[in-house]
Every structure is written in C-alpha cells, then in structure tokens.
C-alpha cells in the first residue's frame, strides 16, 4: 500500500470539531501531495456519498470516501481525533478518520488493498495499535502493512493454499469469496452453514468491512460463513457446490445483489450494509432460528430481479417492497432522462429556429434545402421527435429489466410500444413496465429441465412475456389506462385558479425535497410524460417543475454571498458554483449544502420551491423543453412572469437559510465567545 498512504498523509493531532472539517483537513494534504487535483469538487463528492449514508461505524472509525475525477491516484488519508468527530455511528463519536479518494475509474489492484484496509478495520487489536502510535512515518507503515501487526482475521490460516498467494498484512483479493476458518460442529457432527453477500453504494469500505464482520462472528459462533463481497472490483461467484450446502442466507446491501437466483430456496436474511458491520452475530442468530423454522426465499430463477423471499427480518415486508418499487420506476427514469434531455432540447431548438408551426413541416427525406432556416428547424424537429417517440417504450423497457434483469427488455419495451399504439401514453409505460418485469419473475419461477435453461432467457422468456404482456396490454388494461391518461389530460387542461396553485405547490415541494432523489425524479418524470403528448396543462406543469428545480442552488448561491460568514470557506465556493448549475437546472448543486445542514437547508428551499411552483402555475407560464434552465427562456410562454417567479422563491429560501443559520449561529456562540468558522457552521443538525 506504499503508493496509496504516507507519513505526508497521516495527521496525529486531528483538530477538526465537524466531519467537514476533517475531510477538508485531510484533502489538503491529498492536494498538497498532488493526489488530488479540485478540492473543493473533490470535497463536494465526499459529501455527496456522506448523504447516501453517514460513514461512522461502531468502535470509533470514521471512513469519508468516494469515487471522484478530481483524484488522480488511489489514496488514504488518515487522521486520529482527541475530542472524537461525530460521523454518525450508533455509538458516538470517531477517533479514527480514514479519508479513502478513488479516481473515477480506479483499478482493481488499488481497490483490493483499500478493500484490505477495511477489513483489517474490523480487528480490534489493529485500531488499538493505530490509537497508540506516536510516529506518524510507523503509523503510515502499520496501515501499509509493512510495520508487525497483529492477525487481522482477514489473512487465511496459515498452512492453507490461499496463505501462499496473500503478502504479510494483505486480505484476499476483492470479490473472492471470504469463509470463516474452522466452525465447531452444530451437534450432529456438521457445522451450520451460511453464505453471505456484501455490497454498497461506492463499493470500496462498507462492503468489506461488513464481509470481514460476518466471518469473524462466524468463528466465533462456530458456523461456517462464506461471504461473496460485490464491490467496485468486481466479484467472484461463491462455488454454486458451497451455495447448494449452505443452511442459509444474509444478504448485507445497500445495492441490488447481483443473481440473486442462485440463492433460490434457502433461509434469507436480507438487511443493509451496516448491519452486516454492526450486528453480525445478530444476523447469524437471526439465520439459525429461520432454518429451524424451515422459511425459504422465493428468489426468480434468473437475473438480478428482486426477490420475493421476507424484508429482511424487519418486520416491514411492505416497506420493502415499497424501497424496491422506487427502485424499479427510478432504473425506468434514469435511462428515459437522456432521450428527454436530447430529443426535447432537439424539439426546443427547432421551436427557436423556425416557431411552434415547424412541427407541422413535411419529412425533410422528401423535402430539404441546404440554404432555408426552416429546413434545418424541420431537421432538428423531427430528429427530436424521433428521440421522444422512445420516452415511453425506454421508460417500459428498463422498468421491466430493473425487475427481472435482460430477458424482461424485450416484453418491456413492446409493452411500452403498444401503450403508444392504444394512447395510454406515460400511465401505460408504468404499468406495461411492471407488467413486464412481474411476468417474466413469474416464468423465472417455473422449474425447467437443466438442457432448457441456456435457451430460456434469449428465447423462451422473451417469447412467452412479450405475448402475454401484449394480450394483457391490448386487451385487458391498455384501454382503461387510456381513458384514465385522457382524463389526467383533461384535468391539467382545466386547472385553473386555486387548483393550479395548489398542484404547483406539491410539484415545488416534490423538486426541492431531496434534489435529484426520487421525489424530485417522480416529479420531473411526471412532467415529461405530459411533454410527449402537448398540451397547455402539460406545458404548465413543465414550467412549474422547472422553475422549482432551480430555486436550491440559486438560493444557497445567494445566500453565501449576502451572508459569508455563515458558511464555510468551501461552501462559499461552492456557492459560487451554484450559480451557473441553478441556471442550468441542475437543482444538484444544492446537495452539499444540505448534506452538511440538512434541517436548516432542506425547509428552506422546499418553501421557494413551494413558492416559485405556486407562482409559476398562476402566471400561467409555459415550457415547451424539459431542460435548459434559463437558456431556454425563448420557449417559455410569459418569460417575464417566469423569472420573476424564480426570483420570489429564491428571494424565499434565502432569507429562510439565512435567518435558521444566523439563529443557530447566536444560540451556538455565547456572548464573548468566538468558534472557528469550520466548528460554527459545519456540524450537522
């Protein structure tokens, strides 16, 4: 690890009071060791993964990390705290602070000595050794390996074939699978027998941290635990042999696991990431009692599909399912936002050139002159609507392969095809999108003979899918959800007066809640579907939502240039920033400053949004483009009205931001007193 940590890196006397600030304290050495090239968008990529998930973990370990193209090389930065630093663990502050930087595109070599580190995190006698070092060359050694450190339990058994292949202070490689040496016997002359799977959002610590985790309790349990840690490495599959002779199954994820089927008919226990670190004998316990109660999962026969097996032992199988529902439409939207982004913005630039009547030009195939505007406005239109006319069908398409993985696209996007054909337009993709992935679960759960599995998922599913969701979409619900589109269409048509305010509101609400998240996507999906079949409600809709979009960004930009003091050195810059990504709608880079003051940020911004939706509705303003921000401000029907609607709510969330920050600000500073700005305005709520 002699590339990735130095004594340069290491800090011994860690004087940050807030996670910001130790991550900013840390990064500065990464700069100063040309490790990375933009602090401050380095620093805004931790905190965009710190709002995923706070990274405390039990025992006093803080692990800030994230993938980013403002790093240059793989590199660990490593603090130590007197006073401890809150990084959100149930147990209290940290005390170690390990700053983990990958580049966007890091290999998997680096990965798998970062994904050693976090193992060796999980060995108690290792952070003892880090909490009494006094040298910060030794310290940076000891993390490296290089210095004598105890057992990590991550290093196979000496003697064993894996023990010739893995360097003094190394874990395994990342992906291979991890068991637990030397289980005692359960009694009946065999010891109980789990395989797990780890995984997180960036791959690089929790999803080893939790595999090391799990396999420690195992030896200590006297169970036989076999982890398959899907990280950014990679994975290698578990022996399907092992799996068959497991007694059961933990899932510990905050990502989709990745096939899943193989795990098919076996006790599940399925929880996220952290209580796979912090609970592992739980799990273990938790494992024993279902195979002893003889509960099996219900996983699909094939692909990365959900399972239909408990909701992890919570108790809340319908909250489960609820997370996995957002998950579906979410794989939908995410692949249906380049089509809008490219074909609407194609369809707004043909409205500039040559006004709203080029929709009704011939077929430049039959019809272009080299030399008139219109020809060209003709030629950007139709390329744009080409691009939209796959709205529906893309949206149908990944919903369906979000559920049930590739054999599930092609009865997805034929679905989504005849909801166009019947005029159930964005209401049809959804459901012919679920429709999709839930007939094609439901075939993957039919035992099959072993030679008719090759063909099953290029042939057999996508035959059988793609016929019934056609007979179901043609047949049974594509004409109600016709009528049912026709009458959303209608009411949008007819909002008028408090109604339209109301529905600007919510859709305000919606945008400014969690910036860019789910709520925000539903919200802008909403209008978009309503783009692909024009109409002056649906333009409405698209001009509200937009203009809410806006509101987070420009207001923290505004706000950290009234009112400097309250806000960090790297948020003011941030905030600089903010402003070309509010004009361009891009309500993301508002997140930052949200993930460091979540209570006082978030209302503040939800109330402009809530103000600008209203407004905008009112005006009656109109957009034809789904994206653009204030570029596309030509399209928009009462520009004038429009931006003075952005003004308001910006005007709104800003005085909001500033007067909860400047009263957290006197409540947290007695008279006489003066805090470090770092301390004063970094700590989250």
């Not at 990590?152 to 395994?172: L, M, N, S």
């Not at 040496?181 to 789990?194: L, M, N, T, V």
């Not at 272009?368 to 893309?394: E, H, K, R, T, Y």
């Not at 007939?439 to 063909?455: E, S």
Request: proline letters at 6%.
């Amino acid at each position: 690890m002699s590339e990735l940590i130095t004594a340069e890196l290491v800090d011994l006397d860690l004087s940050a009071a807030t996670k910001d600030a130790a991550a900013r304290s840390l990064a500065e050495r990464m700069v100063a060791a040309h490790r990375v090239t933009d602090l401050d968008g380095f620093l805004a990529d931790v905190a965009a993964r710190e709002a995923q998930m706070p990274t405390g973990l039990d025992g006093g370990i803080g692990i800030p990390h994230c993938r980013s193209e403002h790093v240059s090389a793989p590199t660990l930065a490593f603090g130590r705290s007197a006073r401890g630093i809150d990084f959100g663990a149930a147990d209290g502050p940290a005390d170690l602070i390990f700053l983990i930087a990958a580049p966007a595109g890091a290999d998997d070599d680096h990965l798998t000595i970062l994904s050693g580190l976090a193992r060796r995190l999980m060995d108690p006698e290792f952070t003892a050794a880090l909490r009494a070092g006094d040298d910060p060359g030794t310290v940076a050694a000891l993390i490296r390996g290089e210095e004598p450190a105890p057992e990590t339990g991550a290093a196979p058994e000496a003697g064993t074939p894996e023990a010739a292949d893995v360097p003094e202070g190394k874990a395994p490689e990342a992906g291979a699978p991890e068991r637990a040496a030397s289980p005692a016997d359960d009694g009946d002359g065999a010891p109980f027998r789990i395989v797990a799977v780890t995984s997180c959002p960036t791959g690089i610590a929790h999803t080893y941290m939790a595999a090391e985790s799990l396999t420690a309790a195992g030896r200590a349990e006297g169970v036989e635990v076999t982890v398959e840690t899907q990280g950014s490495a990679g994975f290698s599959k578990l022996d399907p042999a092992v799996i068959a002779a497991a007694d059961a199954v933990i899932w510990a994820h905050d990502v989709e696991v990745r096939e899943k089927a193989r795990f098919r008919g076996k006790p599940l226990v399925d929880v996220g990431v952290k209580a796979g670190i912090n609970r592992p004998a739980e799990l273990i316990a938790e494992a024993r009692r279902k195979a002893e109660r003889g509960e099996i999962s219900a996983a699909p026969e094939g692909g990365d599909g959900p399972e239909a097996g408990d909701g992890g032992g919570s108790g809340a199988d319908g909250a489960h399912f609820g997370v996995r529902l957002r998950t579906y439409l979410m794989s939908g939207v995410s692949y249906m936002v380049p089509f809008v982004a490219a074909g609407g913005l194609l369809i707004a630039l043909s409205f500039a050139i040559g006004g709203y009547e080029i929709a009704d030009a011939k077929s430049v195939a039959d019809h272009f002159v080299w030399g008139q505007a219109d020809s060209w406005a003709a030629l950007l239109n139709q390329i744009g609507s080409a691009a939209f006319g796959f709205l529906v069908p893309v949206l149908a398409g990944y919903i369906a392969y979000g559920m049930a993985d590739r054999p599930a696209l092609v009865p997805g996007f034929v679905g989504g095809a005849i909801a166009l054909t019947v005029e159930a337009g964005f209401l049809g993709g959804l459901v012919a999108g679920l429709l999709a992935g839930a007939v094609v679960m439901a075939i993957q759960r039919v035992p099959v003979h072993p030679t008719l599995r090759g063909i099953m998922p290029v042939l057999v599913i996508p035959l059988i899918a793609s016929a019934v969701v056609g007979f179901l979409m043609f047949i049974v619900v594509g004409k109600p959800i016709a009528a049912l589109q026709g009458a959303l269409t209608d009411w949008l048509n007819g909002l008028s007066g408090s109604n339209a305010v109301i529905l600007g509101v919510v859709l305000g609400l919606m945008m400014c809640f969690d910036m860019g998240g789910p709520l925000n996507k539903v919200a802008y999906a909403f209008a978009v579907g309503g783009l692909a079949d024009p109409t002056d409600g649906s333009l409405k809709v698209m001009a509200a939502v937009m203009a809410a979009g806006m509101v987070p960004p420009l207001a923290l930009a505004l706000a950290t240039t009234v009112r400097k003091k309250l806000f960090t050195r790297t948020e003011r810059e941030n905030g600089r920033a903010a402003w070309v990504l509010g004009a361009s709608f891009i309500t993301e880079g508002a997140i930052p400053f949200a993930a460091a003051d979540p209570l006082r940020v978030i209302p503040s911004v939800m109330a402009g949004g809530a103000v600008t939706g209203a407004l905008s509705m009112a005006f009656g303003c109109t957009l034809r483009a789904p994206h653009g921000g204030i570029f596309v401000v030509p399209l928009i029907g009462e520009p004038f009205l429009y931006l003075l609607a952005i003004a308001a709510g910006t005007l709104v969330a800003t005085a909001l931001v500033v007067l909860l920050k400047g009263a957290r600000r006197k409540a947290a500073v007695p008279a006489g007193e003066a805090a470090a700005p770092e301390a004063r305005v970094g700590a989250t709520a």
